[in-house]
Each structure stands twice: as structure tokens, then as C-alpha cells.
């Protein structure tokens, strides 16, 4: 371990936070390694079983908590965050809102202007559209945080020499929100992810793990009082405690970690999202403080501005792997990619059913064929998860 030579600066942390902020990051904290408090909470989760089938969490138990152990010599974790909110209301993601000015529904088009979750909410109101989490309609963030969390390394290199670092971005056994909020970066909420007073909870987090012994910056304190909503309003109820999500029935882990067929049980429950959930973050009050992403990098990407599930089912292996290169959500693969369209497509089919004979959307009838037409396209296909959802999906349609 280095110890603070005379020659570093009293105002290290503020220099990081000024770096930070030219490279896009919203705040720059310092936190020790000691997450003890953390291990018996850590234990418990894993024992239960709420991980699921994301054994690597297992795997390395409580090592998540003992950065020192992950990189030898580690005495400091410089913490960072960046908002990664797109502007859904003009440019690049304003699909959705001019869709709804064609006709929504159940959806005040006048109230979209200045809220950019009741876009968001509108996108899952929509029948027949399909809601991929606002964080994963641009670049893969994983490239954009860590090539960004490198350049801050190598910047404080040049103000206090050589040093060992090793940066991370949701790319091993962390603590991330731990870390954070041992750092100021905000409050742990009772969904799990760390709140920030002046920009609610859409943003990244990454970390420098280092063996100099920066400065700790303090952390903050709870402001969620007795507000539930993040609870109330979750699909699934995965949010079984305060605090504690249990990934089993999280839709993000379902469209994302989960292998194989989504259990039955769940699949009306998921609506319209084919790629994470944003239920909690959406009815979050303190998110109504959420912040532009400042790069570029999150922007909507056109195929994601406001798509039909029609058009995304309609992407055989080539054309998923050419329109999502360089986003994170290729990493599911098509299989898992089709298995989640299936399961909003059955979801659209019940909903269109249950519509009136004499239904005021437009098109319903026609939209309900269309659906049933290209699902049964796929009725055969090599992998048994898309042709079980693929059955269930044709399945929710109730003839009138």
C-alpha cells in the first residue's frame, strides 16, 4: 500500500470529480474496502436462493465483498457514475410519442411532453409494441464506462506517479451499490439500486480499484421514508423485502440471465418487456430528477425508437446479430431474444382478445391474425424454450 506522499494535492478528490466530469461521469467518490457489513446480508440472499441461476454470484461469495481479496493490495475504490437517460422526447427516441399522436392507448399524449416516464409507460400501454429497457436502447454501456474509467486512471497517474488499479464495470464479483453508497454516490433503495437526490437512480456505476489511500469521501443518507412504490408497482412482485429482489422473479434476470422457459406463472405478468424491466425505476418519485445522459454513446438507437414486436420477431439470427452489435443486448442471443417476443406477442394476443367486439383500436382484428401468422412461423423452431413460448403465445388469443 502507498501512503499519501506531501506532494499530493488536499483537493485529490475534487481534481477526480473535475477529470471525471470531462469524461462524462456525473460524480467521482472514494470509498475503503471494508464491506463486512455486507457479508451476512450477501450470505443469506445467496443461500435463499434468490440469485437464481446466476452461479457465478455463488461462486465467488463473499470474495464480492472483500475487494482486497479480488486485487491483491487494494486499499481505496474510487467510485463512479454516469447518466445514462436518453432524451425520449426529441431526436433520436421520439418514435414513441409520435406513434401515439397516431393514436394510443389509454395514453394523454398531452401529458408526454415534459415527462419522459410517461413516455416510458406509454411504450408498455401500447398493444402490440414492445419495451426494451431505456438503458439498453444504445451503446453497451459496459465499453463505454470502462474505456472512460481507464482514461481516469491513467489522468491520476499523472498527478501522484505510478500506482496498481484495476477497473471494473459490472464485470466481476463487485459490490457495486455497496461501494457506492460507502462513497456518497447516494442511497441504497428498496428496489436495491442506489438512489441520487439530483438525478434519481438511471445511471451506471463503475469502479478504479486502487492500492493508494485516497481520501474517503462521506455517504449520504436515506431518503426513501416510508415510500413503497417501487414494491407496489413491480410485475412479478420480485421485490419481496424492502432491500431484497429476488432475481427468480425479477423480469430483468427472466428476459436477460434466465436460460431455458420463463416459468408459466410469470409470462402474463411481463406485458410487453422483451429486454428488462424499468417498472420500479418508472414509478420511483425521486426519478422525476433523472438527468440527460451527457454522451452520446446512450442515445436511442432507430430499430429500439418505439418498435412493434412484429418487427423485432421479424429478425431471423443475421439481421440480430448485425443490429445489435456493439449493445448489450446481443449477449442474450437470438434464441432468448425470440423466446421474450413470444411471451410479449401472447401477452399482446390476451389483451386483444379481451378487447370489445366492436373495439375502438383500430385494426385490432387484423393486428391479432398478424401476430398468430408469424408465431406460427417459428412454431418449429430447433430450440424447445421458443417453441413452448412460441405454443403459449397462440395459445392467449380467445376467439370472439
Known amino acids: ?25 456525473s460524480q467521482i467518490g472514494v470509498a475503503g474496502v471494508d464491506l463486512s457489513h455486507a457479508e451476512p446480508g450477501l450470505s443469506a440472499w445467496l443461500e435463499e436462493g434468490c440469485h437464481g441461476g446466476m452461479t457465478y454470484m455463488a461462486k465467488h461469495g463473499t470474495a464480492r465483498a472483500r475487494p482486497h481479496e479480488l486485487v491483491p493490495g487494494t486499499v481505496r475504490v474510487i467510485t463512479a457514475r454516469m447518466n445514462y437517460l436518453p432524451d425520449l422526447q426529441t431526436g433520436a427516441g421520439s418514435g414513441t410519442a409520435a406513434r401515439l399522436e397516431q393514436g394510443g392507448v389509454g395514453v394523454d399524449v398531452g401529458a408526454l411532453s415534459d415527462d419522459w416516464r410517461a413516455i416510458a409507460w406509454a411504450d408498455m400501454n401500447k398493444v402490440g409494441s414492445a419495451y426494451v429497457s431505456v438503458y439498453a436502447r444504445g451503446r453497451d454501456y459496459h465499453k463505454v464506462m470502462r474505456g472512460r474509467l481507464q482514461q481516469l486512471a491513467t489522468q491520476l497517474q499523472t498527478l501522484i506517479g505510478p500506482y496498481g488499479y484495476r477497473v471494473f464495470t459490472d ?17 441504497r433503495g428498496k428496489h436495491s439500486l442506489v438512489l441520487n437526490r439530483e438525478a434519481g437512480s438511471m445511471f451506471f456505476l463503475g469502479e478504479i480499484f486502487v492500492d493508494v489511500a485516497l481520501p474517503i469521501t462521506e455517504p449520504t443518507t436515506d431518503h426513501c421514508g416510508q415510500c413503497t412504490s417501487c414494491m407496489d408497482v413491480c410485475p412479478t412482485q420480485a421485490i419481496v423485502a424492502p432491500y431484497k429482489v429476488d432475481a427468480r422473479r425479477c423480469i430483468s434476470y427472466l428476459t436477460i440471465e434466465h436460460e431455458g422457459a420463463i ?42 425508437d418505439a418498435p412493434t414486436l412484429l418487427q ?21 442471443g437470438h434464441a432468448r431474444w425470440l423466446r421474450n417476443v413470444a411471451t410479449a406477442m401472447g401477452n399482446a394476443l390476451a389483451e386483444l382478445s379481451s378487447l370489445p367486439a366492436m373495439s375502438e383500436v383500430s385494426g385490432s382484428s387484423d393486428l391479432a391474425v398478424d401476430l398468430m401468422r408469424a ?6 423452431h430447433p430450440n424447445a424454450a421458443v417453441r413452448e413460448h412460441v405454443e403459449w403465445a397462440l395459445q392467449q388469443y380467445h376467439h370472439r
Open 263 to 304: 416459468d408459466e406463472r410469470l409470462r402474463s405478468a411481463m406485458g410487453n418487456r422483451i429486454y428488462g424491466c424499468d417498472d420500479c425505476q418508472l414509478t420511483c418519485p425521486w426519478n422525476k430528477f433523472a438527468q440527460v445522459a451527457p454522451v452520446p454513446d446512450f442515445a436511442v438507437r432507430q430499430v429500439l
Open 375 to 380: 408465431l406460427a412461423q417459428h412454431s418449429d
Open 171 to 187: 464485470s466481476a464479483p463487485v459490490l457495486e451499490a455497496e461501494l457506492a453508497t460507502m462513497s456518497g454516490q447516494g442511497w
Open 1 to 25: 500500500m502507498q501512503t499519501p506522499p506531501p506532494h499530493w494535492p488536499e483537493n485529490i478528490v475534487q481534481q477526480l470529480n473535475q477529470w471525471g466530469h470531462a469524461l462524462g461521469f
Open 312 to 332: 423485432l420477431w421479424a429478425w431471423d439470427q443475421t439481421t440480430f446479430l448485425r443490429l445489435t452489435e456493439g449493445s448489450a443486448i446481443r449477449r442474450i
